[in-house]
């Protein structure tokens, strides 16, 4: 049987029981409108688009969950960026967005605290899609960690 395509269903393994806040960080206007209507057609609802690191960072307060931010901006660098976020909340989830396809670049935003690192290419929407299931199931198994350490301790 052949669907129409607005009767094809949308995968559902993004389905959650908690929606996350998303940051998208990007100077390119027509990157940032990009991912987060590739966000917004995967259901995610709250999703914030910064086109400075500085906006970003007045902003950190809203507490989002998830930051992709592009390695490549003026004023301040992702980098730069990336290290003030961890030094405010590390428990931010910070995928730096690059088109360089540098393997130094890539080893440097994971050594500056980000969760991930994504080449700007033809598949950059998929892998963003592909590293919020993995920080779903990142944060279901700290969740249950958690619940299982605060088990042991009440025995005591």
């Not at 057609?41 to 902003?59: E, K």
């Not at 003030?84 to 440097?108: E, F, G, L």
């Not at 050594?111 to 290419?121: C, P, T």
């Not at 033809?122 to 619940?147: F, R």
Request: proline fraction near 2%; charge should be neutral; glycine fraction near 2%.
């Amino acid at each position: 049987m052949v669907r129409l395509w607005h009767e094809q269903k949308k995968p559902n393994f993004f389905i959650m029981e908690n929606q996350f806040k998303f940051f998208i960080v990007d100077d390119d206007v027509f990157c940032s409108r990009f991912y987060e209507q590739n966000l917004r057609n995967h259901s995610f609802t709250d999703v914030t688009c910064f086109s400075n690191g500085i906006d970003c960072l007045n902003n950190l307060h809203l507490n989002p969950d998830i930051i992709f931010l592009d390695h490549n901006m003026e004023e301040l660098t992702g980098f730069e960026v990336l290290k003030k976020i961890k030094r405010v909340n590390p428990n931010i989830y910070v995928v730096m967005v690059s088109a360089q396809d540098n393997i130094k670049t890539a080893v440097d935003a994971l050594k500056y605290g980000a969760f991930d690192y994504v080449i700007k290419d033809q598949q950059v929407n998929d892998n963003m899609l592909k590293i919020v299931s993995k920080i779903t199931k990142v944060k279901e198994a700290l969740t249950q960690n958690s619940n299982i350490i605060k088990r042991i301790f009440s025995l005591f």
